[in-house]
Each structure stands twice: as C-alpha cells, then as structure tokens.
C-alpha cells in the first residue's frame, strides 16, 4: 500500500466510498475535455479512465462529458457501475491504477453535470407555506384548501439552472409596493435564497403513462442541493393569477455532485403523519420504504450559519411529487430535475429562506458583517448538507455556492 | 419547364413560394432519417438534399435531422438560407435539379422540427384574460391589478410539447367543485383547447443580459400554431397559489412548419392602443416596426368552424414577451418556444377556447355530431390560420390537428 494515498481518507470524511458522488469535471491542460468524475474524499475520480484501465464494461457509459448517457442507462447500470466503482476504490489490488487518476478537488473545475430537460418546483414544506400564507394572506387560512390534498408544484426556467459557483446577477424588475400608484422598475431589492433538495431524474417515461408511486426508484437517480434564487418584490407583483415566473426565472444553483439514491438508503424516513387522507395515487402509507430523507441542511451567508433546515419534516415526498407529476399523463424525460420546495423546519433558526427568516424583512438578521433583511451586493450563500450513511458514517451532499453580483 | 410540375402552384396557394416554412419529414422507405424539409404547395423539398445538389454553402446546416443548427446559426444564415431556397423554387433553370427531390406531403411523416429548450406560455389577450377574470372571479375585477403593466406569463413543460397529428389522452387528475367535500380523482371532464400562436427562438442570449424589444428579429426565428390543451377542472383545483401544472403539462401540440418571420413582414399590425404608460421596456410606441400579426385563426371541432380568434387583437406584442422574459436576466436558448396565451377577439366567434365559447359549460355549443360544452373522446380539433402576404398573397401557418382518446 502506498502512504498518505488519497484513497486513506480521515474517519467520518462525507465523501466516503459509501458516498461516491457524480460530477463533470475538466483539468487546466484540457479545459475543453469535459470528463466524468466520481468524487472520493477530496478527490475527483476520473471515472472514464478508471473503467478503461480496469478494462470495466461500463467504460463507453463512463467515458462521457456528461452524466446523461447514465442516467438513461436505468437502475440496473446504475447500481452495477457504482458496485464497480466501490470496488475500485476500496480493493487494494486497484490502488495502483486508481491512483494515478485521482485529481485534486482544488485542481479541476466543476460542470453542470447533466443536461436538465424539464424543472420542476415544488412547495412541500408544510412549515414553509404556513409561514408563507400568514405573512401575504394574513386574512384567510394559511395553507391554500388544495394544499394537503396535492403537492403543489410548478415549472421553472431549465435554461437557468448553473452549477455551484456561479454569480447570481441581481435581477431588475416590475415591483409595486401596495401603496405605490405604479409599479417601478429596477433591480431587486428584496433578493432571497430557498434552501431545497433537488432530485434528477434519470429513466424517462412515455406520454400518457402515470409513474406510480412505487415506482420512484426505478426513475430517479440521485439528489442534489439546490438554491431557487427568489426576487421577492418582482414574485409579489407578478404572481397572481399564473404563479412565479421572472421572480425565479433568473437563476437557480445546483450542486457539482450528483449523490445516488443508493447512497441515502440509511437516510430513509417517514414524513409527517397526514392530516387528511390521501387519493390513492398519493398514498404511501403503506409503501415499502419511507418516502422522507433525513437530510440536514445548513445555509451559511458569508461565511456565517443562519439556518438549519431539516428535510425530514418535509410534508410531501420526492416519491408523491413524482407520481403527482406524471399522474395527468405527462412524460419524463431523463435530465429532467425537480426541487422540493423551500425547506423549512417548525423552529425559527430551521427556516430556508431569508423571507421566513426576516418576516418579509420586518426583523434583520444580525451577521458579523452587518445586518440583513435581504441579500446584498457581494454576499455569499453556501448551502452544505449531509444525510446519516451505513454504519453511523455521514452522507455529504455537494455545496451549492453563489455571490450576488450588480444588476448588470 | 415540365407540365404538371409540383413547382406550378395554384394561383393563391398559401404555401407559395412567399411562404416557404421549414419542417422535418421521413419518407416510408428511409423511416429513421429524418431530414430537413420545406415545404411548397402540397409538397414538402428535401432541403439538404436540394443544397447538396445545387452546390450551396448551406448543405451543412441544411442537411440535418432537426432545425435547431439552422436556428442556432443567426439572422444573417435565416435570411441567406431563405434567399436561397426562394431561388431554387422560382428560378426555372433550377427546375431539373429540384423536382426530383420533391415529395408529396401525403406521402411523409412529419415530427416535431426542433428540440423544444424552455416553454414559455403568455396570456396576452384582454378578451381572453378578461372572459377568464369574470368567470371566475365575478365579484372583483376581471383583470388583474399587473395585467395591463406587464405581459403575465408561467413556464410550461417543454417534453411534453408534440407535433400537429399527436392524439391527446386525456388526463386524469384531481377536481373538487365548491359544494365537494374533498377533491375526487378521475379522467378530466373539462378537457379544453387554447388557440395560440408560437415563437420559435434561434438565436440565444446570455445569462445575466435583457434582450432589448428592438432585438425582438435578432433572437426569434419564425412562428408556429399551438393548442395549449387544458384540463379545466384540474387546472381550478390546483393553481392557486402557484398557477396552472397538471392542468397543461399533458400535452401542448405545435405545427410541423416553421413560419420563419420574414415570410410576415406584410402582416405586421400594430397592437391595440395602450391603456397605461409602460415601462421603457416595454414601450413600443417608438417600435421601427409595429409589434402585432395579423395572423386570422380558424378553430374547427370535427371539421365544423367554431371560431375565429384574430391574433391581430392581442395587447401584448411578442417582441414585448421577449423583452420581458429576459429584463431579470434570463438567458434564450436556441428552441425556447413562447406562446402567445389563447387568441380571444372581442365577438363571441372569435374565442380561442371553449372554456370561453360555452362560458365554463352553461352554454353548450351545438355542431353537426351534437352539442359540446367540453371535448368528448374522439373529437378532433384542428387549428389553421393564415396572414397576409405581399401583394395580396397569403401566408398559410402550419395547422395543429389532435384528437381526444380515453384515459389510460
């Protein structure tokens, strides 16, 4: 064995060989070769000539500037490759091939790791939309009456959907204050974050067909964080009567790594209990697996923790989300991605989004460099995650990083 | 020249040599080669094959699979391409060459000519918005308070729009009228159309940049029919607060023919005069060239007219929709589709959706097979439309055909 090896990693490292995470990465003497990587420690794995110098069958399904060409290969290829990838990193007997191909996190860029095709955003925190209602609809009930019945949901822009690390220009817009006779135009100023989980999808469905509640495995193929940059004053103006449209439009930041599904199977929760019964199609009450992750999150603005949001306290399921997708007939296209909504815990410091955090900017948040309502010029959002694993060991989901920037 | 030649069209054929829209054809023989066509009268040209044998500079961006290269490869290529193809059908000496590459249409399979990147649907009509607003809104205003400042728009599910001849499963979902205690679950019993027009971008733009109104030509590439089905039932129960999902994202059908923008310079029409100063924008009161279409839609359930939706009453312009969807940032990708919203006129013939046309039910329309008030299994709606063209031409838009089977 050789010594300090990037493959010895520190007890309790996240990116353990129980993790294994997914990404796109290039190198600074091939800035154009887009190459698969599968991140160990604080390693990147270059995941096609790993399989080409282990003479691996997946090698064509690896050696791809995307991770596309994988998750349209189904759930058996999904599971076989990360079976191998375990192995070659975990046998002894592979560290001499492995080794070379490792390459340090802080030398490689990161991708989008994947083609999104559809976005979809959803709003099942019920925590969340509670707080939510009480502050815009402070006259009427807090949860809209379909609210437990169905989970909510809407399309989003998939063309601004970037990869962790790019700036977030500060959007301009229509925004109206009630008391304004007519609206105004400029940038933003009530710039927010949402803290969610997102889920890609990898096997596609056809037109017409519904994907039952069972059958969430068979197509979707990991997770990853995700950050809904939300304009809160143009959203308020422009919401009613078709939903959010250029209050989110302008971006949304995902993770560089893609973690399996496989690797969250010691992360399985049950969501809360249903206050109402729910329409067949959306009942798991009696589903094999418990449809809830227990994915914590913490949301760090410059550097400082604000907010811890618990995934586990989410009302609805990735698996409902999906098959209430797909239950009108619409198909699924791999690549297609879709986020869990704001994550919002029932305690203050577990809410996702500076406007729960602030009440609409009513109370500031007091940071070691200022003070904040809303997000200013230069800031920088962070959201880590992580998930218990096999064996007390911990699941890192990858970082989502942004710094806002001026309006152009 | 050759007598009988497909070259030889009717006086006042819409799909005359003025026309000239682009789609993708096979032929029985050759089943999975999809190739670029153009189609002239009743026939549809084999673009790339035409180029190639006529030694054009284009043959590489003609002889595709898909227009998205064509799209992607500018105005000056879009109007250099179009030059060229008018040349190839209207100059004699071309004859020869081009005839054999000429196909019936009945003789082909048209398919959706481009990858759809994000969709886009607008609700730009102020009969149409205002029908809406009284229906279901009879005690307060029927437009919104924005409605008149910014031209509303949602996202759309891009994987599920499909070309003209697509039969339409109706879908299934959850419905709860007011007097219901709880929602039910079950096919659709409000299955409706929305007659809209389309606009096909080419061009892209970047992350963080407005497109200016006055680079509306830049950016969109040519226009196409769209029915926006709508499963109304679905859609009351679910879109508030975050606005229509199930209810639309079954299925949108688009045109097989691309109607590139230059073929309507003679319809341009000014839009209807402003009731608000707009924001700079989206003022079009300078515009070099009047923002609306002429474009005269026709509606026809089981070949019986129904409507007349006349695009040329719609408040908003497209090149206002591009503008505005961009203002925050947002970038284009190269097959972003945007419709117009459903086409309303002021007459009660000239509604673009039966929603309107029957006013939510109440009042059934009568045809020839019997009354409707919504979509029965086995109805088939066609849209079709034309404009003007020069010199007293028509520009015929590609129609939109789909008929309703059961439920899965």
């Given at each position: 064995m050789?010594?300090?090896?990037?493959?010895?990693?520190?007890?309790?490292?996240?990116?353990?060989?129980?993790?294994?995470?997914?990404?796109?990465f290039?190198?600074?003497?091939?800035?154009?070769?887009?190459?698969?990587?599968?991140?160990?420690?604080g390693?990147?794995l270059?995941?096609?000539?790993?399989?080409?110098?282990?003479?691996?069958p997946?090698?064509?399904?690896?050696?791809q500037?995307?991770?596309?060409?994988?998750?349209?290969?189904?759930?058996?290829?999904?599971?076989?490759?990360?079976?191998a990838?375990?192995?070659w990193?975990?046998?002894?007997?592979?560290?001499?091939d492995?080794?070379?191909?490792?390459?340090?996190?802080?030398?490689?860029?990161?991708h989008?790791?994947?083609?999104?095709?559809?976005?979809?955003?959803?709003?099942?925190?019920?925590h969340?939309?509670?707080?939510?209602?009480?502050?815009f609809?402070?006259?009427?009930?807090?949860?809209t009456?379909?609210?437990?019945h169905?989970?909510i949901?809407?399309?989003?822009?998939?063309g601004?959907?970037?990869?962790?690390?790019?700036?977030?220009?500060?959007?301009?817009?229509q925004?109206?204050?009630?008391?304004?006779?007519?609206?105004?135009f400029?940038?933003?100023?009530?710039?927010?974050?949402?803290?969610?989980?997102?889920?890609?999808?990898?096997?596609?469905s056809?037109?017409?067909?519904?994907?039952?509640?069972?059958d969430?495995?068979?197509?979707?193929?990991?997770?990853?964080?995700l950050?809904?940059?939300?304009?809160?004053?143009?959203?308020?103006?422009?919401?009613?009567?078709?939903?959010?449209f250029?209050?989110?439009?302008f971006?949304?930041?995902?993770?560089?790594w893609?973690?399996?599904?496989?690797?969250?199977?010691?992360?399985?929760?049950?969501?809360?209990?249903?206050?109402?019964?729910?329409?067949?199609?959306?009942?798991d009450?009696?589903?094999?697996?418990p449809?809830g992750?227990?994915?914590?999150?913490?949301?760090?603005?410059?550097?400082?923790?604000?907010?811890?949001?618990?995934?586990s306290?989410?009302?609805?399921?990735?698996a409902?989300?999906l098959?209430?997708?797909?239950v009108?007939?619409a198909s699924?296209?791999?690549?297609?991605?879709?986020?869990s909504?704001?994550?919002?815990?029932?305690?203050?410091?577990?809410?996702?989004?500076?406007l729960?955090?602030t009440?609409?900017g009513?109370?500031?948040?007091?940071?070691?460099?200022?003070?904040?309502?809303?997000?200013e010029d230069g800031?920088?959002v962070?959201?880590?995650?992580w998930?218990p694993?096999?064996?007390?060991?911990?699941?890192?989901?990858?970082?989502?990083?942004?710094?806002?920037?001026?309006s152009?």
């Open positions: 050789s010594e300090h090896s990037p493959l010895d990693l520190a007890e309790g490292d996240p990116f353990g060989p129980h993790n294994l995470p997914y990404g796109v290039t190198t600074a003497d091939e800035p154009e070769r887009r190459r698969l990587g599968v991140r160990i420690g390693y990147v270059d995941a096609g000539a790993a399989a080409h110098a282990l003479g691996s997946y090698a064509t399904l690896l050696a500037p995307s991770l596309n060409p994988l998750l349209a290969a189904g759930r058996t290829a999904w599971r076989d490759v990360r079976r990838l375990t192995a990193v975990t046998v002894p007997a592979h560290r001499a492995i080794e070379p191909l490792l390459h340090p996190l802080d030398a490689v860029t990161l989008l790791p994947y083609e999104v095709a559809d976005y979809v955003d959803f709003y099942a925190s019920e969340h939309a509670t707080n939510v209602g009480r502050m609809r402070p006259d009427g009930d807090a949860l009456p379909n609210w437990k169905l989970p949901g809407y399309h989003g822009r998939a601004t959907v970037v990869v962790s690390g790019t700036d977030v220009v500060r959007p301009s817009g925004r109206k204050a009630p008391t304004d006779a007519a609206p105004v400029g940038p933003s100023v009530k710039l927010d974050i949402e803290a969610e989980v997102g889920f890609l999808v990898g096997t596609p056809e037109l017409g067909r519904p994907v039952a509640l069972g969430f495995q068979e197509h979707v193929f990991g997770l990853t964080l950050n809904d940059w939300s304009a809160r004053d143009i959203q308020a103006w422009e919401y009613v009567p078709l939903g959010p250029l209050g989110k439009s971006q949304t930041s995902v993770s560089a893609v973690t399996p599904l496989e690797a969250l199977d010691a992360a399985r929760t049950a969501p809360p209990a249903r206050d109402f019964p729910l329409l067949p199609y959306l009942d009450a009696a589903a094999e697996e449809g992750f227990d994915v914590r999150i913490t949301v760090e603005i410059n550097g400082e923790a604000v907010a811890e949001p618990p995934f306290t989410m009302y609805w399921t990735a409902q989300q098959a209430h997708m797909t009108n007939g699924l296209r791999t690549g297609d991605l879709y986020g909504g704001t994550v919002s815990g029932p305690e203050v410091g577990q809410r996702g989004s500076l729960e955090l009440w609409n009513r109370d500031a948040i007091e940071l070691a460099g200022g003070k904040r309502t809303f997000l800031d920088e962070v959201l880590t995650a998930a694993g096999p064996d007390g060991t911990r699941v890192g989901l990858g970082e989502v990083r942004g710094r806002i920037v001026p152009a």
